[in-house]
């Protein structure tokens, strides 16, 4: 029986000695892959810092860039109101010392109207355009990853 508990005493001293030599074995290869994950996340942070700072610049930019339109078009909501209380309150007549004196200058200025009217439209056309391809930037930027 005294022989059955020594081998059982070497068993458990080479079980503990071999779990302990391949501890200390793998350790470094442990502490290795640790420090080798722990870079990686921190060179994806600072990739991710990186990508966010660039889409936060934009997307100021694009803020500045829509009050500046919104800032033209308040201007000439302004002109379209001006010019309709002109012509409501008869200050587009040729007697109040308008220089639009006869029917012909009346009509060249109602085709300036015309074609700045146009302009406005198309100016118009390039601001939804800019407007909806911010909407597209921001709906690429807070769309949830799945």
Do not use: W
Request: proline share 1%; glycine share 10%; hydrophobic share 40%.
């Amino acid at each position: 029986m005294n022989e059955g508990k020594i081998y059982a005493v070497i068993a458990l001293v080479g079980f503990v000695l071999g779990a302990t030599l391949t501890r200390f074995y793998y350790k470094g290869e442990i502490n290795e892959i640790y420090e080798a994950q722990e870079q990686a996340v921190k060179v994806q942070e600072e990739r991710n810092d990186e990508i966010h700072r660039e889409q936060t610049k934009k997307l100021a930019e694009a803020f500045v860039e829509r009050d500046k339109a919104m800032e033209r078009v308040n201007g000439l909501l302004l002109d379209i109101e001006r010019l309709r209380n002109q012509i409501r309150g008869g200050g587009m007549s040729a007697t109040n010392g308008n220089p639009i004196e006869s029917d012909a200058g009346k009509l060249a200025y109602c085709r300036g109207l015309l074609a700045e009217g146009a302009d406005l439209l198309i100016e118009g056309g390039r601001v939804c355009g800019k407007v909806a391809t911010d909407k597209d930037a921001l709906s690429l930027l807070v769309k949830p990853k799945n």
